[in-house]
C-alpha cells in the first residue's frame, strides 16, 4: 500500500508549528476493513511516511475479536 498526502490539506500545520515537528496518526474506520498511517512533517515540504498498515476482519468473527484486532493495530501505530 502506498501512503499519499495532500499537502494543500496540511500548510496549515506546518504554520502552526514550524519549529516543531508533527506526528499524525491517520485512521481510516471500519470493522471489516480499517487502515492505519502515521506521517511526520518537519519542514514545509518535508513529509515522511513512518508507518502504514491494513487489517481486515471477518464477518463471522465475533465483535469484542474484531475490535481486539482493530485495537492491536492502532497501537502497533502509535508505539512506532
Known sequence: PRLSVRLS????????ERNRPIVILGVD???ASTGVGVIRQ???????????????TG???PLPARLEKIFRLVQDAVEE
Open 9 to 16: 490539506v496540511m500548510e496549515g500545520a506546518c504554520r502552526l
Open 29 to 31: 474506520p471500519g470493522l
Open 59 to 61: 464477518e463471522r468473527t
Open 42 to 56: 518537519e519542514g514545509v515540504r518535508d513529509w515522511r511516511a513512518l508507518h502504514h498498515a491494513h487489517v481486515t
